[in-house]
């Protein structure tokens, strides 16, 4: 009876774990999104100042 209480102890910790895990990386992959974008406007910033330029 304690190994079957401490397997389900178990259980719950995983899948506590994992949930972090997932919103952890979807607060990440947000955060890629938003530092694809401003690269983006930076480089085309920086082209059309060059352009100006020549």
């Known amino acids: 009876m304690?190994?079957?209480g401490l397997l389900l102890l178990l259980f719950g910790s995983c899948t506590a774990d994992l949930f972090t895990a997932i919103?952890?990386?979807q607060?990440?992959?947000g955060a890629e999104k938003e530092v694809t974008t401003i690269i983006d406007k930076y480089?085309?910033?920086e082209e059309k100042r060059l352009d100006e330029l020549k």
């Open 2 to 4: 304690l190994g079957l």
């Open 23 to 25: 919103a952890d990386m």
């Open 43 to 45: 480089i085309e910033a």
């Open 27 to 29: 607060r990440m992959l």
